[in-house]
């Protein structure tokens, strides 16, 4: 069993920034395929960035140029920094770590909440 824990969510205004952190309790993070998903009040949950084993990202259109996400195996943990934040983004973001169809965990969630 592999506990993902968020944090870094909060209130940011329009335009600014936030850093959302993913922590996993065991040392999967280098092998694992890790995505960041978010769902707002009456919407799906949706893909937001993922990044593979390998390094190799990509972004849901909404996001892109604006987020980025990273890993550091060392830490065991995923970041998705946020930047030119919109009231659209606000939503519950999960941490989502995939290592094969029998295999995936998600965190808790963290809420992120854009407005003036």
């Known amino acids: 069993q592999v506990l993902l824990v968020e944090s870094g969510g909060g209130l940011a205004q329009p335009g600014g920034s936030l850093r959302l952190s993913c922590s996993a309790s065991?040392?999967?993070?280098?092998?694992?395929?890790m995505d960041w998903f978010r769902q707002a009040p009456g919407k799906q949950r949706e893909l937001v960035a993922h990044?593979?084993?390998?390094?190799?990202?990509t972004y849901a259109d909404s996001v892109k140029g604006r987020f980025t996400i990273s890993r550091d195996n060392a830490k065991n943990t995923v970041y998705l920094q946020m930047d030119s934040l919109k009231p659209e983004d606000t939503a519950v973001y999960y941490c989502?770590?995939?290592?094969?169809?029998?295999?995936?965990?998600w965190g808790q969630g963290t809420q992120v909440t854009v407005s003036s």
């Open positions: 989502n770590a995939y290592l094969g169809p029998q295999e995936q965990y």
């Open positions: 065991r040392s999967i993070v280098r092998l694992a395929v």
């Open positions: 990044i593979t084993s390998g390094g190799s990202t």
